[in-house]
């Protein structure tokens, strides 16, 4: 009898382990949301600078709340607009663009073409918050831009 626990034991944790890691392997980013001032401007922004599609739209004016769902193949962006938010400069005292708030701190993505999009940014005004740099491990080139609310998007370079 002793045996038939222990070989039942042993099946049941077998298949927990595997289980766990069939749930780890089906683990899938879906998207990033961003809190923006003025959710008409950011769609314009994103679609205009990125080439994302507004796909669906949400407002609800008693809880002053506006999502736009945008994509981009399997990417996709959330804006949300809260009339309740606010900025880090009004709620911070003395608040510098050097402090770093807990939370998303940069949205990463890869490009093929890098002059292309750096000529982009360029010809639509976008801002820079610094300069090109080129990574010394890979020889990729990186830069990080503003959107409209000021958010982090770094674009890399990609060779494959």
């Not at 890691?21 to 998207?31: A, M, P, R, S």
């Not at 401007?41 to 669906?56: C, P, R």
């Not at 608040?95 to 292309?116: A, E, M």
Request: aromatic share 12%.
């Amino acid at each position: 009898m002793r045996k038939l626990w222990l070989f039942i034991a042993g099946l049941l944790l077998f298949n927990f382990s595997c289980a766990q890691v069939d749930v780890e392997q089906n683990l899938q980013f879906q998207f990033v949301s961003l809190i923006v001032k003025d959710v008409s401007s950011s769609v314009e922004w994103y679609s205009e600078v990125m080439g994302f599609s507004l796909e669906k739209e949400f407002v609800n004016e008693e809880r002053g709340l506006k999502i736009a769902n945008l994509f981009k193949g399997e990417h996709a962006i959330e804006l949300i607009e809260i009339s309740s938010s606010v900025s880090p400069e009004d709620a911070i005292p003395n608040f510098s663009k050097k402090l770093r708030i807990h939370g998303i701190f940069k949205v990463g993505f890869g490009v093929k073409d890098f002059d292309t999009w750096i000529a982009k940014f360029h010809e639509r005004s976008v801002e820079f918050q610094g300069e090109v740099v080129q990574d010394p491990v890979s020889g990729n080139r990186m830069v990080v831009v503003l959107d409209p609310d000021g958010n982090r998007l770094q674009f890399f370079e990609r060779t494959d």
